[in-house]
């Protein structure tokens, strides 16, 4: 160590997985000796009380949300395919990033649909599942990482069954989500353990009909300015 320097020296450890507490790293008032290189003689060592490092194992959590850009409720037809029925936000806190291991959708009126699909937030398809009102997807090893202090964003689509009267009427409501604890489970790619969903969420109601209207301006509905008058057509749809 040259005269009039300093040096840092780092302390490096690996964490074992079962490490739950924090601990106090830090040297001890002998912990470190000096020989003075000309004269040989022991050095006189300054020891700092403050001189401590405090290190708590971080705990990884996964939290379950309805996007909002998740679909409000509405009317959906029956033999539709490709409806939009929920947009659900997977996020992680600061610890690590987290795999994707597995989605449990769960539905009321899930039987009303032909097959679900799922999508990631850049529109891949992450796989599909017929209709009930439970539906587990396994997902494969790195088809989708959530970032530590990130989120990910999956987009539940449906074909729906079309109303024939008997076991599917009009007026009935269809609606996904990812309800309990674990219906979404990650493993920890830094720590190796699972992190599952603590708590779920779900999509807004869709009421099925065989059909519906739809309305819109016709090309011959006034314009301009009104002037006082009786019986004035003032819109055509």
């Not at 830090?26 to 290190?55: F, R």
């Not at 971080?58 to 679909?71: A, Q, R």
């Not at 708590?199 to 309305?215: D, E, L, W």
Request: aromatic letters at 6%.
């Amino acid at each position: 160590l040259p005269k009039g320097t300093f040096k840092k020296v780092a302390l490096v450890a690996d964490l074992d997985s079962s490490a739950t507490l924090s601990h106090t790293f830090y040297i001890t008032t002998s912990g470190v000796t000096a020989t003075g290189a000309s004269t040989g003689e022991s050095a006189s060592v300054t020891y700092s009380s403050s001189s401590k490092q405090t290190i708590s194992k971080g705990t990884s959590t996964l939290t379950v949300t309805k996007d909002s850009s998740s679909p409000t409720a509405d009317i959906i037809i029956g033999g539709n395919k490709g409806v939009e029925l929920g947009v659900f936000r997977l996020a992680a806190n600061n610890v690590e990033d987290l795999d994707l291991d597995q989605i449990t959708l769960s539905s009321t009126h899930g039987t009303y649909v032909d097959t679900f699909y799922f999508y990631d937030d850049e529109g891949n398809l992450l796989g599909t599942k017929p209709g009930a009102d439970s539906a587990t997807l396994v997902v494969g090893d790195g088809t989708l990482t959530i970032p530590a202090n990130g989120h990910k964003e999956i987009t539940v689509k449906a074909d729906l069954l079309p109303v024939d009267g008997t076991t599917i009427t009009n007026g009935q409501t269809v609606k996904v989500g990812l309800e309990a604890s674990n219906n979404v489970q990650t493993t920890g790619l830094s720590s190796g353990t699972d992190v599952n969903s603590s708590a779920g969420a779900y999509g807004n109601s869709m009421t099925v009909y065989k059909s519906r209207p739809y309305f819109a301006k016709n090309s011959t509905s006034p314009s301009g300015n009104l002037f006082p008058s009786t019986s004035t057509n003032v819109a055509i749809f």
